[in-house]
């Protein structure tokens, strides 16, 4: 019996162990990684420089579309706002819009302003969030620590709205689930000038601090072309020239009253994308004082719905302008209680196949302030 | 102890109901059937308009026909990217149907349109996801951003997309081995 | 009849014996300091699962700030964390990874799970991608309730899993 000279290692099932090329990489990064969240992109580098990136998300898929099936259009609303519960006005809005449609009902003025300003506030509490996990991204602490903060402003004042942090399963089809409370329009105005002012404050700390332009500038850059062509929506499009608002081009409930401007800039880097929902919430401060100047004083806040409302033999699909970009909501209905089909056409999933466009070709460093400046939120795409 | 004794008011007599307004047919939208009608005049057989209603339109194409109808729209109207793709399982009509939802970002006048394509293809019984019939040509030469949506469909109701590069899993876990989840035949736990 | 009990055969198990009586005797006055120090410098792995992952970051906000109370921020290196929050849903893709992030960590190492998804799937208790509750995959040491729970509900959570350190063993 010949004696073993070399010794074997055993190695674990279904690794290759031949043919290792030694210049190219791959490199898993996530699910668990402090710069990918709740998903992996599998990226192949030479180098230090990306040369592939294979984004794998569905770490969170939940089924919520298979689900909705079951549920009856009331019973759908609480699972439908969970993709994005610190945006969960918005998401939820194409839905209860497109219900509204199938059932045939009309929703009194006031509650069209109170859903404005709810979704305007949720929007601000969105994008501060968002601003919190990019500034960590980073490495800039401070940018966690001042944003988290005064998104509770915002958050205290939804609650006293709807009872709940951040789940407020607050819209439904007809109108809003109760009344504003009193005063609230003077503790909101307080709020939101207070909140406006400190956000102006990040300039000097964020924006115009050389080490994040540094890092972001000339990062990731989509042309306005691709950006079109890749079918992005949101902070992204609007990063790369296009202006294309949905509270603007399709107004839906009193947007078309009040006074909206967007933004929009032209260089399509990183930190083009970054500005874009800064100066967001600077708008969404000023819908919100207008709609507050222009809201009836009082009466209905909702329309009586009758108990298990059915829809029509029809299809509807309604979208909205979400914190990150076009939230739309497919629905077919036949003449039952549940819906027969619904798709949420979301955001982030429109906007994660500009992620391997963007990354191909920059250093690996680059890739957090790239990915989490698509305005992603990964719980949303998988859905 | 009060005496008076009030009769009661007598009783107000409703107003007889107003007849229920007559249902019109809404009006076709002249700018939305406008561009319906290019493609209905280009694709005369294959395209069966299922509703014009202010800024949605539907057309129905037949499965054959459908990257021509994606090119003839891509290069004749300013439709120029896809929103979302909806698959449909329809297990009575034994067919799955796939749905466009195009909109356009460079033409101000066309952005509140949105034009759903739509075409089905046939169902197997018993799916085996990209080798059965159920096979659809892919539209991602003509609107690239389809890419991640056609491979949703493909796990989630097993529709094959000719021309797709990676029609590979992009949600469901890499084990999956079951039906594909959105088929109505898949039941979730206790439904 | 010491020697006869030192054979090589049975050194092991003497050492061991011997190990398991020392470990006896000071157990009482430092098993105490050893869970002292374990119980102010809990580490969690950054590892977000579902949407509970946006109140944990509130926790860690200025309002709420965890670090008050010995925890702190989530951190990227597993082989130095011992504490996993599980925060949300599990799917069946996110199962297999976070069974491999507990198994890297090293000991001791505890569980929190946070909201109705981890529990017991919560809303998502007939959908076919969520798993019924981590209790398969985990041993959870303290559950916190909510959909998603407050941070003030997390940081009870976490002092009541403090409380726990303290009455265990010093392992």
């Known amino acids: 019996m010949a004696e073993q000279v070399i010794p074997t290692k055993k190695m674990p099932p279904g690794l290759q162990v031949e043919n290792v090329d030694d210049r190219i990489m791959t490199l898993n990064v996530g699910p668990q990684h402090p710069g990918s969240g709740h998903m992996r992109i599998i990226v192949k580098i030479d180098g230090d420089y990306i040369v592939d990136a294979d984004p794998d998300p569905g770490y969170v898929h939940r089924g919520e579309e298979k689900m909705a099936e079951s549920r009856n259009y009331i019973t759908n609303i609480p699972h439908l706002e969970r993709p994005v519960i610190h ?5 939820l809005y194409p839905y209860i819009l497109g219900v509204e449609d199938l059932v045939g009902i009309e929703v009194p003025e006031r509650a069209k302003y109170v859903r404005v300003i709810a979704a305007e506030l949720n929007r601000c509490i969105y994008i501060q969030y968002w601003l919190a996990i990019y500034g960590i991204f980073l490495g800039h602490s401070t940018m966690f620590m001042w944003p988290t903060g005064d998104r509770e402003l915002l958050i205290d004042l939804m609650e006293k709205i709807t009872g709940a942090r951040v789940t407020h399963a607050y819209f439904i089809p007809g109108g809003v689930r109760n009344d504003v409370p009193a005063n609230f329009e003077d503790v909101c105005l307080r709020q939101v000038n207070y909140f406006e002012k400190r956000i102006k404050e990040y300039a000097d700390i964020f924006y115009d601090n050389p080490i994040l332009k540094a890092r972001t ?16 929506t949101g902070s992204v499009l609007r990063a790369s020239g296009v202006d294309y608002d949905l509270r603007i081009k399709e107004p839906y409930d009193v947007y078309d009253e009040l006074d909206v401007h967007t933004n929009v800039l ?13 100066l967001d919430m600077l708008e969404s401060c000023n819908i919100i004082r207008q709609a507050l100047e222009k809201m009836p004083k009082s009466g209905s806040i909702r329309k009586k719905l009758k108990p298990n409302p059915k829809g029509r033999n029809d299809e509807v699909y309604h979208r909205v302008e979400s914190g990150r970009g076009s939230a739309g909501c497919h629905i077919i209905s036949r003449e039952k209680p549940e819906p027969y089909r619904l798709k949420l056409s979301v955001s982030s999933f429109r906007n994660l196949i500009a992620l391997p466009y963007l990354l191909k070709g920059e250093k690996l460093g680059n890739m957090p302030a790239v990915y989490w400046s698509l ?9 | 102890m009060s005496t008076s004794e009030t009769t009661p008011p007598p009783k107000e007599i ?10 019109t047919k809404p009006p076709v939208p002249a700018f939305e059937k406008s561009y319906v009608d290019q493609i209905t005049n280009q694709f005369s057989d294959d395209v069966e308009v299922e509703y014009i209603k202010e800024n949605r339109t539907r057309v129905n194409v037949k499965k054959e026909k459908i990257a021509e109808v994606a090119k003839f729209i891509k290069d004749n109207t300013p439709f120029d990217h896809a929103e979302s793709v909806t698959g449909v399982d329809f297990p009575e009509d034994k067919e799955i149907g796939v749905i466009y939802h195009l909109g356009s970002y ?6 509140k349109q949105v034009l759903a394509l739509a075409t089905r293809v046939p169902r197997e ?12 040509q892919s539209l991602r030469d003509m609107f690239y951003s389809v890419e991640f949506h056609e491979r949703e469909i493909f796990e989630m109701l097993g529709v094959y997309f000719e021309g797709h590069p990676d029609n590979r899993r992009l949600l469901l876990p890499e084990d999956w081995a079951d039906l594909p989840p959105l088929r109505k035949d898949f039941k979730n736990r206790g439904r | 009849m010491l020697k006869e009990l030192l054979t090589p055969q049975n050194a092991n198990v003497f050492v061991g014996k011997l190990g398991d009586i020392l470990y006896k005797a000071i157990d009482k006055p430092l098993g105490m300091a050893i869970n002292w120090g374990r119980l102010w410098s809990l580490w969690p792995v950054h590892i977000e699962t579902a949407c509970c992952s946006v109140e944990f970051g509130a926790a860690s906000s200025p309002r709420y700030d965890v670090e008050r109370f010995g925890i702190i921020e989530a951190f990227g290196s597993l082989r130095q ?3 996993v929050v599980v925060q949300g849903t599990i799917t069946r893709k996110m199962a297999p990874r976070l069974r491999l992030v507990y198994d890297q960590m090293p000991e001791p190492k505890y569980v929190i799970a946070m909201g109705a998804c981890a529990i017991t799937g919560g809303l998502y208790f007939d959908s076919y991608n969520v798993l019924p509750g981590i209790d398969g995959i985990l041993p959870v040491d303290v559950y916190v309730p909510g959909c998603p729970p407050r941070p003030e509900t997390l940081i009870q959570g976490c002092m009541l899993l403090q409380e726990k350190i303290k009455r265990m063993k010093a392992r």
Do not use: H, M, Q
């Open chain 1, 375 to 383: 305005n992603y939120w990964p719980v949303e795409a998988d859905r």
């Open chain 3, 81 to 83: 964390c011992d504490l």
């Open chain 1, 266 to 278: 032209k260089e399509g880097d990183s930190y083009a994308r970054s500005k874009i929902p800064w």
């Open chain 2, 106 to 111: 460079t033409d101000p006048t066309y952005s």
């Open chain 1, 87 to 91: 945006d969960s006005c918005n998401i």
């Open chain 2, 14 to 23: 409703p107003p007889p109901k107003a007849a229920p307004p007559e249902k």
């Open chain 2, 125 to 136: 019984e018993n799916p085996n996801p990209g080798n059965d019939s159920t096979k659809l």
């Open chain 1, 217 to 232: 500038e000339d990062t990731g850059v989509l042309s306005r072309e691709d950006a079109i062509r890749l079918g992005t």
